[in-house]
């Protein structure tokens, strides 16, 4: 396949602060060809069209990037709840080799994209998850480990906390990657957030050349133990979402 510009996510990146060399640029443009390779035969996203690949999910994911350098947190440990193709968990990785990286997803298939990705991409410390949050949360080798949670289109904010939060260390953090009129759902989420130890931090609104829709970081610091009945078994965090 003839080579695919990613001068797009390079410009991109750097009105973010973050410089591409040209080995993370070709880690980028073999994401891309795999992505595109593998969803013709498993569905993994909608959006296929280079330029979008490099605006909606590379440089999507890549907003995050500040926000953890802001935390210091070299070497620190990141789990990526409900990754789907690796978003935003792979181009985090990338840019930020010191992470240890977990991605979780409860897809066999999706988990099986991620694994023989970040092989051929030759990341180290990282592995994948191939589980739901519910159960995962529940061990005691992830729960309360991580230092960093983040997480992107899976859940509303409710939801997302009781799926979040039960992993995250006091003192830690979750972010959570949000678009739209996101008000009645973090309204929706007080209590809940509250009920599993956390506190909402704050929003940050994010801006990316060529997108209109509205994209919000939302930080949810965890600030005592989260009660170990949560979170409940699989399913019911959505059936039943904690108000
Ligand atoms: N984060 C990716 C992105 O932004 O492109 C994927 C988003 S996709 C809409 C949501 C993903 O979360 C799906 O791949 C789904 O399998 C996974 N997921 C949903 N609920 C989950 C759970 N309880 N535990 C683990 N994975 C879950």
Redesign the pocket.
Same mark, same amino acid.
Request: glycine share 14%; no cysteine.
């Given at each position: 396949m003839a080579d695919i510009s990613m001068n797009r996510l390079a410009e991109g990146a750097a009105k973010l602060g973050v410089t591409l060399d040209s080995s993370k640029l070709e880690q980028f443009s073999i994401y891309y060809r795999d992505l595109v390779d593998w969803n013709s035969r498993i569905n993994l996203?909608a959006i296929t069209d280079s330029e979008e690949v490099q605006v909606k999910?590379f440089l999507?994911?890549l907003t995050l990037v500040s926000p953890i350098n802001a935390k210091q947190c070299h070497g620190c440990r990141i789990i990526? &709840?409900?990754?789907?193709?690796?978003?935003?968990?792979i181009p985090l990785k990338i840019v930020l080799p010191d992470i240890n990286m977990t991605l979780?997803?409860?897809?066999t298939k999706?988990a099986l994209f991620i694994k023989q990705l970040f092989e051929k991409l030759k990341l180290k410390d990282i592995e994948v998850l191939n +589980? *739901? +949050?519910?159960?995962?949360a529940q061990k005691p080798q992830y729960r309360e480990k991580f230092d960093i949670v983040v997480? *992107?289109? &899976? +859940?509303e904010l409710a939801v997302l906390s009781e799926?979040t939060l039960p992993f995250c260390a006091i003192g830690g953090f979750v972010i959570a990657?949000k678009k739209g009129d996101i008000r009645v759902e973090m309204e929706q989420s007080v209590k809940a957030i509250e009920m599993l130890g956390g506190k909402l931090s704050i929003i940050e609104k994010v801006r990316l050349d060529g997108l209109e829709d509205e994209r919000y970081l939302v930080f949810i610091e965890k600030i005592s133990s989260t009660p170990q009945k949560y979170?409940r078994r699989?399913?019911m965090?959505?059936k039943r979402p904690l108000k």
């Open positions: 996203t999910h999507d994911s990526d &709840v409900g990754s789907g193709a690796g978003f935003p968990g979780l997803e409860a897809t999706k +589980a *739901r +949050a519910e159960e995962a997480s *992107r289109a &899976v +859940a799926l990657q979170p699989p399913g965090p959505e």
